[in-house]
C-alpha cells in the first residue's frame, strides 16, 4: 500500500487517520502492519464503502484537500471498488533499533548462518557479503552505480539489499545506503576491522525531500537538518533541485527536532 511522503507524516503526527484506494479486493487487513519512511503504520479497519457514502469528514481524515478532490481522485480509475481504510501510527520501525545494536559472539554466528542460507538459496549464488562490502565501500552512492559494479540489474540489487536491511544490517539514506553499525561488525568479524570516514554527527536529511533536492543540498556541503537550518528558506529555495515540497519537508522535519530556517 503506497502512501505519500506528506500523508506519512502527517499520519505519524496524528493529522491523518484514514486512506481511500479503489481496489478489486482488500490488499491489506486489519492488524496489518506497513513499514514507511516514518516507522510503522497499523490497519486499524477495512471497508469497502459506495463512493456517494462519502462525507466532508471522510476527506479531512484523509488529507484531502475537499470532499469533491477526493472523489476525483477516486474516478480516475473506474474499475474495483472503493475502500476506507483506517490508519495509525504504530511507533519506530524494530529495524531501527535493531542495527544499532552491536551483536554479541553468538548472535554473529547465527547472522552468518542466516547469511549463508540467502547464498544459498539464490539462482546467483553467493552475494550477501560482496553487497555488504560495496556498501561498505560506497555509503551515499545510488544503487544504479553499485549495481553496475556488480554486474547486477538495479531491481535485483535493491531487492537482496532490503533482504539485508530487514536483518538490521543496512540502512537506507536519502541517496544510497550505508552499513549499520550491526552490519560493520559482521563484515569486520569477517575481513578484520578497516578504517571508516566518521559517522556524521546529527540529523540525517529526510528521504521524502527526494534525490534532486538531497544532491543540492550536499552540493553545498548541507548533509543534516543541523546544517539547513542555518540557511534561509529563500536562500535554499535558489538551489537547483529544491522546489516547494522539499522545501516543506524539510521544515517539517526540522520542527520536529525543534530547529527551523534561519531568518531572512
Not at 8 to 34: H, M, P, Q, S, Y
Amino acid at each position: 500500500m503506497m502512501i505519500r511522503p506528506a500523508e506519512l507524516e502527517a499520519i505519524r503526527d496524528g493529522e491523518i487517520d484514514l486512506a481511500f484506494r479503489r481496489w478489486n479486493r482488500a490488499r491489506v487487513k486489519v492488524g496489518t502492519r506497513l513499514r514507511t519512511g516514518v516507522g510503522l503504520l497499523e490497519v486499524t479497519s477495512v471497508d469497502a464503502v459506495p463512493l456517494s457514502a462519502l462525507r466532508a469528514d471522510d476527506a479531512r481524515r484523509c488529507g484531502a484537500a475537499s470532499l469533491a478532490a477526493l472523489k476525483e481522485a477516486l474516478t480516475v480509475r473506474s474499475s474495483g471498488q472503493v475502500f476506507r481504510v483506517g490508519l495509525r501510527y504504530a511507533g519506530p520501525d524494530p529495524r531501527e533499533i535493531l542495527r544499532e545494536a552491536v551483536p554479541t559472539a553468538e548472535e554473529l554466528t547465527e547472522i552468518r548462518a542466516g547469511l549463508d542460507r540467502l547464498d544459498a538459496a539464490s539462482p546467483i549464488g553467493p552475494w550477501t557479503r560482496a553487497t555488504l562490502r560495496i556498501i561498505d565501500a560506497n555509503p551515499e552512492v545510488r544503487a544504479p552505480e553499485l549495481a553496475a559494479q556488480l554486474g547486477r540489474p538495479t531491481p535485483e540489487f535493491k531487492r537482496d539489499v532490503r533482504k539485508l536491511k530487514e536483518r538490521g544490517l543496512t540502512e537506507s539514506l536519502a541517496i544510497g545506503y550505508r552499513l549499520s553499525p550491526r552490519g560493520e561488525a559482521v563484515v569486520d568479524h569477517e575481513d578484520g576491522p578497516r578504517e571508516r570516514a566518521p559517522r556524521r554527527t546529527g540529523t540525517p536529511l529526510p528521504r521524502s525531500i527526494g534525490a534532486p533536492a538531497t544532491r543540492a543540498l550536499r552540493a553545498v556541503d548541507l548533509h543534516t537538518l543541523e546544517a539547513v537550518c542555518s540557511w534561509t528558506r529563500s536562500d535554499l529555495a535558489a538551489l537547483h533541485g529544491v522546489g516547494p515540497i522539499a522545501l516543506d519537508r524539510l521544515a517539517a522535519a526540522m520542527a520536529d527536532i525543534g530547529l527551523g530556517y534561519a531568518p531572512d
